[in-house]
């Protein structure tokens, strides 16, 4: 999954407001990439960039990078984007997404190089491109709104899927830039198309229960954003931790 930082719960200033958050990425307690995140808002638009880099002996292997980028309008209740884009590179391999989207719809999604739909590949279909949130602001909860329970609709340009938040309470967690309680929600993968039916690593994350994501309040922005996510991997825990939020 990817994380993207703020937004508001209602038009804001004409003053802009920048924010930034870090996450290190770790595999059993090892290093495997950092992430950073750029948030930009004026008036009631927002802009949010992205950059991912691999780390540690996942470096040296198979060096791996990506950007993202992100444009749209604060709503009351979730960040709308009217643009979503991703590139990425693992060694020589590479792969370009765009997505626009016009009132929470997708009007255009393309993916270069196309991938090469295999066998029981489970095609998204128009309904499925209705009411969707893009995978880095669609992360974003307005205060005011509920963080969990929740389930966001998402759509990467590739698969639709949901992920249901449930209550789990709350946690102290500090970090550069933040302090405090954050409301931990767990959270359940449900693919909904645009994957290959049967294929091990999907179903492993459907059956998963014991996935948590984080949020803490960025009060500047008055929302609520990811700082911890832990997900049970064949191989170990996958931690990605906020080693700074705001600033």
């Not at 949010?48 to 292997?61: P, T």
């Not at 095609?123 to 909860?141: F, K, Q, W, Y």
């Not at 049970?232 to 996958?238: C, E, N, Q, R, S």
Request: proline share 6%.
């Amino acid at each position: 999954m990817s994380f993207g930082l703020l937004g508001g719960a209602g038009p804001l200033s004409s003053a802009e407001i920048q924010h930034r958050t870090d996450y290190s990425i770790r595999l059993s307690g090892l290093p495997v990439a950092t992430a950073s995140f750029r948030s930009e808002f004026s008036g009631n638009r927002y802009t949010i960039s992205g950059s991912l880099h691999s780390a540690g002996l996942v470096d040296i292997f198979s060096r791996t990078q990506g950007t993202t980028s992100v444009s749209g309008i604060v709503g009351r209740d979730n960040l709308h984007a009217t643009s979503y884009s991703v590139n990425y590179r693992s060694g020589k391999r590479g792969r370009a997404i765009d997505v626009t989207f016009r009132n929470g719809n997708v009007v255009h999604a393309n993916m270069v190089p196309a991938r090469k739909k295999p066998e029981n590949w489970v095609p998204v279909t128009r309904a499925d491109m209705r009411a969707v949130l893009d995978p880095i602001s669609g992360l974003i909860i307005p205060a005011g709104n509920r963080v969990c329970p929740n389930t966001l609709p998402i759509f990467d340009g590739e698969s639709r899927l949901d992920l249901q938040l449930t209550s789990k309470g709350t946690k102290p967690y500090s970090t550069k830039g933040f302090e405090g309680e954050a409301v931990v929600c767990g959270i359940r993968f449900v693919p909904k198309s645009g994957y290959k039916k049967g294929r091990d690593d999907v179903e492993y994350l459907r059956r998963l229960r014991t996935m948590e994501i984080w949020f803490a309040k960025a009060e500047d922005a008055n929302v609520y954003a990811p700082v911890y996510v832990k997900i049970p991997t064949k191989l170990g825990p996958v931690t990605v931790s906020a080693t700074r939020f705001g600033g």
